[in-house]
């Protein structure tokens, strides 16, 4: 398939790069900082979105900024693929523009220039790796995820803020220098190329290397790519809850984890291929493996009175749903999984801009002391109730599609084990969210609870999470938008 060049591209990763630099400029006045943000987040989304005429007509687009040597060069590439997260992404920025202000000012929070800098470099990483046309430009843009998201995970500058920081960019440098760099070396020196391939079937490794070697490639890949979330190498996101929840959205529905599963699944349709993935039984022992990070993820959320701790292993567990998705290899299970990429981050965003709201009004940080408070918070309440049961999959919320296509495609795999694996984690959704919605609507407050008495959050907070609640239940009714970009990947 011929690819057009396409300066949309280039722009669309330098909006973010270059409203970062405004925002640095603008200092310390809050509005003129705030507008820049704005600015750039509505200029990357209305680039992105003039994008989806060409990739939903069948298109890839292209467009090369340089060379270093024949088949590796700096590229980007928007395709059907990139677009499920690009559309996401960029959308989302422009809400959390608004809640991260309402966020900041309302707990006087320090650094905020620099805060909003780096959270304008998050995203141009992120972009950066939707839009990456081969592995080298993927780990390029992977490595500016992680090193502009420290200052973020150190916000408070506390022995908390920066032991967590440590552990986050220790965990994401270290496999990916230790496992995705020597493999990315090893895959270009074997096929010449770290082109990603124009069909999910082949993969760009040439036939006669020995099976062992893609197997060992393989899962450099799968580990290296740690801001997936998969156990073992998960301990860096509830370690970088020390963060403000803004960043906890960004790190936990956005930016992070999504660039993680994104990549992994990148490299596994387009590197390796579907073909070699079913050859080497690659893709059912994948599936398997992501199941214990599936059920053990859920069975700790349980556990967990802090409400962001609960959400963080939630999403533990809610990202190898999109891996075990495409592992599975039918096009029914890797449409479900691909379009559970936006499906999670709509929700989760939610999830945990609920959770700040709670905090900036009440500073109350668990379940246990949120008695009553839904009855004083309806809205903030009612979106986290919304968004929790597109996590469990309950019609008509977005989950509910996800989780039936994977269930549909576990079937057609014929691996009646994932199914239940499926059926059970839903479940175990169900016991960890439901105490959260029961909890604050018919607890009662602890006695003399001044909290009790307080109201919702600000506007500036309360408008996005009831907008992205509503989204998570538009795409449940109405998914054929993301459906139709998640079936072009694998038809």
């Given at each position: 398939?011929?690819a057009?060049?396409?300066?949309?591209?280039?722009?669309?990763?330098?909006a973010?790069?270059?409203?970062?630099?405004?925002?640095?400029?603008?200092?310390?006045?809050?509005?003129?900082?705030?507008?820049?943000?704005?600015?750039?987040?509505?200029?990357?989304?209305?680039?992105?979105?003039?994008?989806?005429?060409a990739?939903?007509?069948g298109?890839?687009?292209?467009?090369?900024?340089?060379?270093?040597?024949?088949?590796?060069?700096?590229?980007?590439?928007?395709?059907?693929?990139?677009?499920?997260?690009?559309?996401?992404?960029?959308?989302?920025?422009?809400?959390?523009?608004?809640?991260?202000?309402?966020?900041?000012?309302?707990?006087?929070?320090?650094?905020?220039?620099?805060?909003?800098?780096?959270?304008?470099?998050a995203?141009?990483?992120?972009?950066?790796?939707?839009?990456?046309?081969?592995?080298?430009?993927?780990?390029?843009?992977?490595?500016?995820?992680?090193?502009?998201?420290?200052?973020?995970?150190?916000?408070?500058?506390?022995?908390e803020?920066?032991?967590?920081?440590?552990?986050?960019?220790?965990?994401?440098?270290?496999t990916a220098?230790?496992?995705?760099?020597?493999?990315?070396?090893?895959?270009?020196?074997?096929?010449?190329?770290?082109?990603?391939?124009?069909?999910?079937?082949?993969?760009?490794?040439?036939?006669?290397?020995?099976?062992?070697?893609?197997?060992?490639?393989?899962?450099?890949?799968?580990?290296?790519?740690?801001?997936?979330?998969?156990?073992?190498?998960?301990?860096?996101?509830?370690?970088?809850?020390?963060?403000?929840?803004?960043?906890?959205?960004?790190?936990?529905?956005?930016?992070?984890?999504?660039v993680?599963?994104?990549?992994?699944?990148?490299?596994m349709?387009?590197v390796f291929?579907?073909?070699?993935?079913?050859?080497?039984?690659?893709?059912?022992?994948?599936?398997?493996?992501?199941?214990?990070?599936?059920?053990?993820g859920?069975?700790?959320?349980?556990?967990?009175?802090?409400?962001?701790a609960?959400?963080?292993?939630?999403?533990?567990s809610?990202l190898?749903?999109?891996?075990?998705?495409?592992?599975l290899?039918?096009?029914?299970?890797?449409?479900?999984?691909?379009?559970?990429?936006?499906?999670?981050?709509?929700?989760?965003i939610?999830?945990?801009?609920?959770?700040?709201?709670?905090?900036?009004?009440?500073?109350?940080?668990?379940?246990?002391?949120?008695?009553?408070?839904?009855?004083?918070?309806?809205?903030?309440?009612?979106?986290?109730?919304?968004?929790?049961l597109?996590?469990?999959?309950?019609?008509?919320?977005?989950?509910?599609?996800?989780?039936?296509?994977?269930?549909?495609?576990?079937?057609?795999?014929?691996?009646?084990?994932?199914?239940v694996v499926l059926i059970?984690?839903?479940?175990?959704?169900?016991a960890?969210?439901?105490p959260?919605?029961?909890h604050?609507?018919f607890?009662?407050?602890p006695?003399?609870?001044?909290?009790?008495?307080?109201?919702?959050?600000?506007?500036?907070?309360?408008?996005?999470?009831?907008?992205?609640?509503?989204?998570?239940?538009?795409?449940?009714?109405?998914?054929?938008?993301?459906?139709?970009?998640?079936s072009?990947?694998?038809?």
């Open positions: 398939m011929e057009s060049p396409d300066i949309r591209l280039l722009l669309a990763i330098l973010p790069l270059l409203g970062a630099g405004l925002v640095m400029a603008a200092g310390k006045r809050p509005n003129l900082r705030e507008g820049v943000s704005l600015l750039a987040a509505l200029v990357l989304f209305g680039l992105v979105a003039s994008l989806l005429p990739v939903l007509a298109e890839e687009l292209r467009y090369t900024l340089f060379e270093l040597l024949p088949g590796l060069s700096f590229t980007l590439r928007a395709d059907a693929l990139s677009m499920i997260f690009a559309v996401a992404a960029s959308f989302l920025w422009v809400l959390t523009v608004f809640y991260a202000a309402g966020y900041m000012r309302g707990l006087k929070e320090h650094a905020q220039t620099r805060f909003n800098t780096c959270f304008a470099l995203i141009f990483g992120a972009i950066g790796c939707a839009f990456s046309d081969n592995l080298l430009t993927l780990y390029l843009f992977y490595e500016i995820v992680s090193v502009c998201t420290y200052p973020l995970v150190a916000h408070h500058q506390d022995g803020g920066y032991e967590g920081a440590k552990k986050y960019l220790t965990y994401l440098t270290t220098k230790g496992l995705i760099l020597p493999a990315m070396v090893l895959i270009y020196v074997l096929s010449g190329t770290l082109d990603f391939a124009t069909e999910v079937q082949t993969g760009i490794l040439p036939a006669g290397v020995h099976n062992a070697v893609i197997v060992g490639l393989y899962v450099c890949c799968l580990l290296g790519f740690a801001k997936n979330g998969v156990m073992p190498l998960h301990n860096w996101l509830p370690s970088a809850m020390v963060a403000p929840t803004p960043v906890s959205a960004l790190l936990h529905a956005v930016a992070v984890v999504k993680g599963v994104f990549s992994t699944v990148r490299v349709l387009y291929g579907a073909d070699t993935m079913e050859r080497l039984n690659l893709g059912i022992a994948t599936a398997w493996f992501v199941s214990i990070t599936i059920l053990v859920s069975i700790v959320a349980l556990s967990k009175d802090n409400l962001k609960r959400l963080a292993y939630s999403t533990v809610q190898s749903y999109i891996i075990l998705g495409v592992a290899l039918t096009p029914t299970a890797v449409a479900g999984g691909l379009i559970h990429i936006a499906i999670h981050a709509f929700a989760k939610t999830l945990f801009f609920c959770a700040g709201a709670i905090y900036v009004a009440t500073h109350k940080k668990n379940i246990s002391e949120l008695g009553g408070l839904g009855r004083r918070m309806p809205w903030t309440f009612g979106a986290f109730a919304l968004a929790a597109s996590m469990i999959g309950v019609p008509p919320v977005g989950g509910f599609i996800s989780k039936l296509y994977l269930l549909v495609g576990a079937l057609d795999a014929g691996t009646i084990g994932i199914l059970v984690s839903s479940i175990l959704n169900a960890y969210f439901v959260v919605i029961y604050g609507f607890g009662q407050p006695a003399g609870d001044i909290a009790a008495h307080h109201g919702e959050a600000p506007l500036s907070m309360v408008i996005p999470l009831c907008l992205t609640a509503v989204i998570s239940v538009l795409i449940g009714v109405f998914p054929d938008f993301f459906m139709q970009l998640a072009a990947v694998m038809p």
